[in-house]
């Protein structure tokens, strides 16, 4: 018993003061991806990480798509890619993770009435469909004493039945459609979902591979994109904040 | 075994093709099973197309008491005498050849698919297909009072998708038969066809939990294949690099061993310890999971004076923190009641059937990678085998803690002493028509990339082949006898990749 509670005295109290607090993140850590059009020379390739016109033909980044590789921070020929160390990338929509210079629509809570609903209490159902694991080790991760998403009223369920919505990770496996679309189904509404890592938004590493993005889920609107390879904690932690109205005022002004 | 070992071929290097035995089927079934009566392994075997119909088979052998390997081959076309009967090791191979080159291995004693895909190695113009990927045939037990339960794909926690069908008696099970496949994404057809840029972005997503892993093993063949060697300093950072993965693994198993047992303590001590490890990974590399480190040539990051002293003291710090825990766990008389004697598999099945990773070693099987075919900064700083006796889950869950422990100490060393070098050399073109095997102690076991060149120097055939490909199989053997409300715990004693399996 007492050595029990040694080691508790020893381990102490180790859960972030996050949202409250600053956020320090290594000076190494990949975050939002943002493009400097001053020309720097000779464009290199990109793996994957292009920078593409926007309708109105300037030229944008797909945060969504990229795999925050350190090659995609690159000269290309619409400009200079760096990484800031801004954890802050998830998105209510698929567009707002094109980024004109490095801004980014930053997710926005759900409506009034789901804001009553799961504001405070939001039960979610992980489904993986066609993963490398990296994305649902880090939602686990969500759930540790660090990040405690527990305290935020936000927990994992095990069955549809008990669940406001679904988190997808992994690419949409050929193999995983009828199991996906299944769940989703037997998700009561109202329920939202949430598209976790590039492989559940662009297809990771795997786009272009006749095995993945096999949409399961065709006309089911999307109420949260998370990009990351995989993404950070903070970055889901900070996406499931906006969406739910939970991030303090001072934090969730555009830019801030 | 001369014609074996007369190529010469080693972990990572690679050798002509045309140096390999390349025999008739049933030489090439003699050479292979005589190898391994006389104590050899099979370590991969595959298919891949050769010419318009015909498959070229190679089976890839190891001799992990000399450090050697050895390779055979063969031309197929539509079946072959399967070499399972004769040497269970093959089986899961075996049923891969038959899904991915439509190949049938006449005789095979439990064909079924094993990824559930349509072939995507078979030769140009054939258009036969063995497997049917819709049709998977469970294995079922018969009897008024047996039960089947069905888990799976979608499981209640946070983990990747699988299938797990029990033959059950009241509470014990009879049989357990896992069915993956939901995880393929079709990487082996990537590594072969994507710029090298690209594949090694595809190499590191195989398993995401082993990023260094995986990455250092293609890596590794493309090396050996341009004849492009890393300086000290890339081999230390990658050792590094692989041993912190190591760590966070087998912190975070203990962790999740002990929250299945509702030792709520050690599993919110140990999986915090665990955040501290990928952490450090993240300090190195700029990712939790150390992507973006291991690049052919070297690594693309440096490990400066200043970050090495750093790291050390958040080492130390963690020794410090985890052995009060350990101990805790491990002293503990309710955990060590439901850790014994639960999920155990032999010796002799480990052998049989080519198990790998702690898995074996917690059978006592001194089979280790870094041992026994020792590749990059393993060749100069030798870190001991972990052993274990029991074959259970408390024998599981104690290999881990040693190599915890080992990790620690070797991390910590290697950042007192870093060598000097280059941190990334040019890798060229590949030397074409050549076998490369790469192997690689992954934490969950022994990681094989076989690279084949084609007369140009392109990647004619990537075969991959995750730890989990064998253990697998321990899981199915662990469970008959076994209380099926323990399947979590035997399940999270093993931890298999789910996504390492399916590729």
Known sequence: MFDFLRVLLRQGRRTLAFPGGAVELPERFRGLPVLDVNDCGAPQPLPSLLPSATSDGRPAIDVGACLFTPEEAACTAAGRVAYSRDYRLASSTRDGLIATSGEIERAQSLDAAARRLFGRSLRLRSVVAGSCGGCEAELVALGNVVFDLGRFGVQFVASPRHADGIVITGAFSRNMQGALAATYEATPPPRIVIAVGACAIAGGPFHGSSEVGHEALTGVPIDLYVPGCPPHPLTMLDGLLRLLGRLPAERTAQHV | ?503
């Open chain 2, 1 to 503: 075994m001369n014609r074996l070992r007369d190529p010469g071929l080693r972990n990572r290097h690679a050798v002509a093709l045309h140096a390999l035995p390349d025999l008739p089927v049933d030489g090439f079934r003699n050479i292979v099973l005589d190898a391994v009566n006389a104590g050899w392994r099979l370590i991969s075997f595959f298919g891949m197309p050769e010419a318009a119909v015909d498959t070229r088979l190679i089976a890839v052998l190891a001799d992990d008491a000399n450090g050697q390997l050895g390779a055979a081959m063969t031309v197929v076309e539509e079946a072959y005498p399967a070499l399972t009967p004769d040497c269970p090791q093959a089986h899961a191979f075996e049923r891969e050849i038959a899904e991915q080159c439509a190949v049938r291995p006449s005789g095979h004693p439990w064909l079924k698919p094993l990824r559930r895909h349509a072939p995507d190695h078979r030769p140009r113009h054939s258009s036969a297909q063995v497997l049917d990927p819709e049709t998977y045939p469970f294995f079922r037990v018969e009897g008024e009072e047996v039960h089947e339960v069905a888990v799976g794909p979608v499981h209640a926690g946070i983990i990747e998708p699988g299938h797990f069908r029990f033959q059950a008696h009241g509470e014990e099970v009879l049989f357990l038969e896992i069915m993956l496949g939901y995880q393929h994404r079709g990487v082996e057809t990537l590594l072969e066809t994507v710029d090298p840029a690209r594949a090694v972005l595809v190499a590191e997503s195989i398993a995401g939990d082993t990023v260094i892993g995986h990455a250092g093993a293609h890596c590794g063949a493309i090396e050996a294949l341009a004849r492009s060697r890393k300086s000290p300093r890339a081999q230390s950072i990658r050792g590094i690099a692989l041993e912190l993965e190591r760590l966070a693994n087998h912190i975070g198993d203990l962790g999740a061993i002990a929250g299945d047992i509702a030792f709520q303590p050690a599993a919110a001590f140990f999986g915090r310890m665990r955040g501290e490890c990928l952490n450090l990974l993240l300090t190195l590399s700029g990712n939790r999971y150390g992507r973006g480190l291991v690049r052919p040539g070297g690594v693309n990051f440096d490990l400066p004076p200043g970050m090495a002293d750093e790291m050390a003291g958040r080492l130390h710090r963690l020794l410090d923190e985890i052995q009060p825990v350990a101990r805790m766990m491990f002293s503990n008389g309710a955990v060590q009641a439901r850790l014994e004697g639960v999920g155990a598999i032999t010796r002799e099945q480990c052998l049989e059937s080519g198990f790998v990773g702690p898995v074996a070693r917690s059978c006592e099987i001194t089979r280790d990678v870094r041992h026994d075919h020792p590749y990059g900064i393993f060749r100069f700083v030798h870190i001991p085998v972990a052993l274990a006796w029991g074959g259970d889950v408390h024998a599981r869950a104690q290999v881990r803690w040693l190599e915890v422990q080992r990790s620690l100490e070797f991390v910590t060393e290697q950042l007192t002493a870093l060598p000097r070098g280059e941190l990334r050399v040019s890798c060229g073109a590949l030397r074409p028509a050549e076998l490369v095997v790469a192997l690689q102690e992954g934490w969950r076991g022994e990681i094989v990339h076989a690279v084949v060149t084609d007369d140009s120097g392109a990647i004619r055939r990537h075969k991959v082949t995750d730890p989990s490909f064998h253990n697998w199989t321990a899981l199915a053997l662990a469970l008959p006898g076994n209380q099926i409300s323990d399947f979590p715990l035997c399940n999270k004693s093993f931890n298999l990749s789910y996504a390492g399996h399916d590729l």
